[in-house]
């Protein structure tokens, strides 16, 4: 079962899967950089996410990395920045992390993939990641959609 999701808070699929836990009634959270800074400037107190010491993004990551049980990592196509980081980083600390690429697996069936994983690794507390808005302007909306959908479907809240 679901208790909370967890992002760093930029834009795009960051931003959905926090959006999508509020909407749904999921705890949400995690951590961002010093400043609450994003591309888009500073990230609204409405995400309650926790400040890190330092400004950097890749000590954000490995921090909702460890601070959760697993991290789910949607995109269009392969990953490159910071969400292929945050592969590289769940793989060395040996964290479970699935990746959906949305040119290749529909909507649909990547909520039915992402409940029958959340289920079989017994995840509480999930890390979402994936490319920001300026990177993919398609992915926060289908993003927030398949978040809301697993929510949903597998009454995960």
Same mark, same amino acid.
């Given at each position: 079962? +679901?208790?909370? +999701?967890?992002? $760093?808070?930029?834009?795009?699929? @960051?931003?959905?899967?926090?959006?999508?836990?509020?909407?749904?009634?999921? @705890?949400? $959270?995690? #951590?961002?950089?010093?400043?609450?800074?994003?591309?888009? $400037?500073?990230?609204?107190?409405?995400?309650?996410?926790?400040?890190?010491?330092?400004?950097?993004?890749?000590?954000? =990551?490995?921090?909702?990395?460890?601070?959760?049980?697993? =991290?789910?990592?949607?995109? !269009?196509?392969?990953?490159?920045? $910071?969400?292929?980081?945050?592969? *590289?980083?769940?793989?060395?600390?040996?964290?479970?992390?699935? !990746?959906?690429?949305?040119? +290749?697996?529909?909507?649909?069936?990547?909520?039915?993939? *992402?409940?029958? #994983? *959340?289920? @079989?690794?017994?995840?509480?507390?999930?890390?979402?990641?994936?490319?920001?808005?300026?990177?993919?302007?398609? *992915?926060?909306?289908?993003?927030?959609? +398949?978040?809301?959908?697993?929510?949903?479907?597998?009454?995960?809240?």
């Amino acid at each position: 079962m +679901i208790e909370k +999701i967890v992002s $760093g808070g930029q834009t795009g699929a @960051d931003r959905a899967a926090l959006d999508a836990a509020m909407d749904c009634g999921v @705890d949400c $959270g995690g #951590w961002i950089p010093k400043g609450r800074k994003t591309e888009d $400037g500073f990230l609204p107190e409405k995400y309650k996410l926790k400040e890190m010491e330092c400004d950097k993004y890749q000590a954000r =990551t490995k921090k909702n990395v460890v601070d959760s049980d697993a =991290t789910l990592i949607i995109s !269009h196509g392969y990953l490159n920045g $910071g969400s292929n980081y945050t592969m *590289i980083v769940c793989n060395k600390l040996g964290k479970p992390v699935m !990746h959906i690429d949305l040119n +290749i697996i529909s909507e649909n069936r990547a909520v039915d993939i *992402i409940c029958k #994983w *959340i289920l @079989d690794n017994s995840i509480n507390v999930l890390n979402v990641a994936g490319p920001r808005l300026s990177k993919d302007r398609k *992915i926060y909306n289908r993003a927030y959609k +398949i978040i809301c959908s697993v929510i949903e479907k597998k009454k995960l809240v």
